[in-house]
């Protein structure tokens, strides 16, 4: 716990001296106009009410699941702020048709048109002062984006001298310049218990997908792996919150033979089972192929996943990692032996790139080989960040002798959403990567927060803002998330595990 005291004494609230007003949100807001005036929510030691717009939590997981956090806060900051359901509430949620956010935000100053997938991630907060009382108005075109408004609005809500709650004045307009954020762990080391917290924390980040990898026999998958994509996926596709993505491996140990029709029909099988325990998508990992060309050939294993995925979710995601190493390779620049295979590929598959420098992004990544990389190979590369944990080398004290750590924002550059298809960070919660810690302690929490700070919003990030506003986010959300159970009972699920 002395790092969660570092936390808490370190000024979570306050900005560094000369700086100007902005809120403590994390991931930094798009647009902040907030101001130094408060908009009271509910008089002294009264219940805040609440109304919903265009939307039912009774019928959305996902704005159920904002309203929880927001009630949680409230609890945390004083007890009698628990969220009361009225017609007209000092908070209304009201979800919006696409073109009036789209409306909204530009109003709000945005400048860029968003396509869908971003759009529905957007969402827009308005706090206006009406006398001795206010309103908070959270808007957004998808359930989404108002589970978003939601939780940054739990890190505005606070507390004056005599216990009275309230939000600052003016607005927040938001939105993600990286439409697809991704975090993987290991579904193979990890027992099913273990990925149920990584998972509850990352919709509180905005992290949108999250990685689930295999790391044992292809042809017998491991417990673990089989326990985890069935709890998971299914709880993920019905949360509305986070999407899930499998990643497996046909060729590990005695791999799948695809020059053989029955090896064939048990990788479509296990593909088959996967989707239709709730997963949105399959990332075929080619880093253990062997030496046989035949046994692994990339074209017909892609096409394979591809037509098994789309198969049970038009939508589906198929991504491509390609070995370390070769002519066809994640890492490096674009062969024309990469450029040949995507082209015979259907768009909707997306190839994973580590970078210039091999499978680490150890010094800053400039725009232009990432641009000639997508020029080559015909398509924008979702880009794999490795080692992003406290320690790791993805990570750097905040200053000499400091114990919080931030993400090295600084190494990527910051159209990150323009250049890249999506970003993949292949994270941890402790100090073993894959091995997720028996506890998601505070400093990790914190470090995570600024990793998800800099692929929402990268244009503006600072490692040293990018921390401030962590150790708030820390301070704002572990009381209202470190409590939750895993839905379903875990072991049952497990025992119930027959594939095909």
Known sequence: MAVWAALSAAGAGASPPGAARHSSIIPTPRIDKLRPERVYLAAKEAPVRIAFRGTDPAKSLAVQEGRRLLAERLQSLTAFGLLAPAAKGAITIEKVAPAALAGLLSGAGAAEKLEPRRLKQAYLIRAQPAGAGGTVTVRAAGELGLYYGMVSLCQLIEKDADRRLYAPAGLVADWPAVALRLARTSASLNTPEKVAEFVRWMPAYKINLVGLAFQG???????NFLGNVQTHCRRCRRSGVLETIVYFCPFRGAGLDFRLEEDKRQYARLIGWIMDRGAHGVAVDFTGVPASA????????????CEGVEAKDPAGYVL?????????SSAGPATTEMAQLLSKLPARIWPTWTGPYGPLIYRPLPAEPIEAWAKRAGRRPFLWVNRVFVGGQFSTPVEAGSRQYLFRGDRLPKRLGELTAGVHLSAGTGREYDKLAEVFKPDSIAYLATAADCLWNPGPWRGPESARRARRFAKVMIPLLAGEKIIGPVKKNMERIRLP
């Open 217 to 223: 026999p292809s042809r017998n998958p491991d417990q």
């Open 294 to 305: 035949g046994r692994a050939d990339f074209e017909k294993v892609l096409r394979l996943t």
């Open 320 to 328: 491509f990692r390609a070995p370390p190493t070769g002519r066809i």
